[in-house]
């Protein structure tokens, strides 16, 4: 009888770490997770994830091995190996690989979160079989990764495809970045929540968030309420849906992509988000590309994207990554 | 002794088809042009491009042989070996490749011809010795090319970097392709044309550009008075620079690469345009690219670039399409 193999999957993200046992068919089979923000610093972290996967690894059946770890992280540099300076947690850079390698003998890559997500769609979600791809995740904020010619597309820094980041209106929103009008600012969670409070400063419609203040107001809320009437809300998804769609028509004169992958939380939202995206998608969409190119959810459960994606790191990546990975 | 082996480049525009000998060392020996858009037809242009190679390979002295045809053209799909609707010549969509192939038993291969210029700086000019860069023609149009881990990517349909059809203003300028505020509106010769005259609509400043119809100012007339301190002229410059300083910065957070590099007509401005540009690149760009990404002028002489590049599809091109050509 042989031995059965598991990989290791870790999405370290600003509020929580989750650790994951992915099987050979991208099947998550045990998770834990931890707050991040509550390790008082790096070298707790590290021995809190350690004792994580420790734990994990005792609920696997006789006969189990580990084939190794992958991690996605925020501002992680695939080749180096190293995250540097995550705007949500407080390490400076790290080389977060060095450091599993103290606990493991065993291969370990990282790569930044949307990348992982990415890898994740490839393998086993809505990105199977597809050549060329731009997996976006819309949450907090907006990431992307990009699958070409059947590789992630890193560039030269490990910082292709930050797509969040592309200004979208020259003296826009303020950014978490330092600049203005970034895409995220409009098309994530947070920017649709911006939305809804300059709607409510410009408009006289009746409201109930006109009774919340900006920090208890949820994306979730903002939907619930579109779907009950509100139009505040409902206008604020269709201008969500319009910068998506101007943005998204953007990537695909970037990338000429077969499809786009959405996932992450604002996508709960369903077709208030998707039916003005896809129309401005067609409006904004030169017209070489019409016809070709599909706007899809996510084929992964929500929250493991970035955990089965980094799992995809061990052993897939040679066929995937354009450079070695550090093991 | 043996033989020595000359390519044919040829750059198919809508006003002028330039055709070259270029030798190994991406060298432009001889070159010959006739207008595109006096041929009657499409059979007629084609026995035009024949006997145009065919004087030019009698200047060659003896024992020389040709190792095959490279062309770039507008709307080219680089795998089929067709240009599909070029919006400048009346062609419809043809298989340029095979109509060559008629005449010809030589390999012959197709590319559009921003990436043929990107071809050419990779193995000839500013991209030599680069891994990651995209290369713009900043002409009548606004064309690109890009070099990702040394590989042109096409993206699925050969359509990846149509970065003159990026959307920079919502309800900005109407553009050739029917839509609005695409960035070749603002950034090229006839977008810096469109800014001169609203500024002269917006201004009261004197300018002799006021004596100038539409469609007798070029680009070259307005650099010059610039030089020559016409306030109007400048301030167009300045507004172009700030569109392109920020598509080149988005162009940064989609892409990653080392270096962009400029080119065309419209770069004879010089510093006039790149001053402006760089301080808005350097305004817009994400704090994480800092430091890290060169703009710089074309290696190459001006309007050898395409006749260059496309003769790197012959032989040179294994090693950068991610395709085998259609040879």
Redesign the interface.
């Known amino acids: 009888m042989i031995d059965t193999e598991y990989i290791i999957g870790i999405d370290i993200g600003g509020t929580n770490t989750v650790v994951g046992v992915v099987d050979s068919n991208g099947a998550c089979l045990f998770k834990s997770s931890f707050p991040t923000s509550q390790q008082k610093d790096l070298d707790q972290f590290i021995g809190k994830l350690v004792s994580t996967i420790g734990e994990l690894f005792r609920k696997l059946p006789g006969r189990s091995s580990l084939r190794g770890i992958g991690v996605a992280a925020p501002a992680a540099r695939h080749r180096e190996g190293t995250v540097r300076n995550p705007a949500n947690l407080p390490w400076g850079t790290v080389n977060l690989v060095e450091m599993l390698k103290r606990h493991f003998t065993l291969p370990i890559a990282l790569t930044n979160d949307s990348n992982a997500a990415a890898l994740g769609e490839f393998y086993f979600g809505a990105g199977r079989g597809k050549?060329?791809f731009v997996a976006m995740t819309l949450g907090t904020g907006l990431g992307a990764g990009i699958v070409?010619?059947r590789?992630l597309?890193?560039?030269?820094?490990?910082?292709?495809?930050?797509?969040g980041?592309?200004?979208l209106e020259?003296r826009g929103r303020e950014c978490g970045?330092?600049?203005r009008g970034c895409a995220e600012t409009y098309v994530s969670a947070s920017g649709l929540r911006r939305t809804v409070f300059e709607l409510l400063a410009q408009k006289n419609d009746e409201s109930v968030m006109r009774d919340s203040s900006f920090n208890e107001l949820s994306a979730k809320t903002i939907c619930d309420l579109a779907l009950g009437g509100d139009t505040i809300a409902s206008e604020a998804f269709e201008i969500t849906g319009r910068y998506l769609g101007?943005l998204l028509?953007?990537?695909v004169?970037?990338?000429?992509?077969?499809a786009i992958i959405l996932s992450g939380g604002l996508m709960g939202a369903g077709d208030l988000l998707l039916r003005p995206t896809r129309k401005c998608f067609a409006?904004?969409l030169?017209?070489?590309?019409k016809g070709?190119i599909e706007i899809i959810s996510s084929g992964l459960a929500n929250n493991d994207a970035a955990i089965i994606g980094a799992s995809c790191l061990i052993g897939k990546v040679a066929e995937v990554g354009?450079e070695e990975v550090p093991i």
Chains 1, 2 share one sequence.
């Open positions: 050549r060329n070409m010619n590789e597309l890193y560039g030269s820094n490990d910082l292709a495809g930050e797509l980041h592309v200004i020259e970045c330092r600049r101007r028509a953007n990537t004169a970037a990338y000429d992509p077969e409006d904004d030169l017209s070489l590309y070709g354009q």
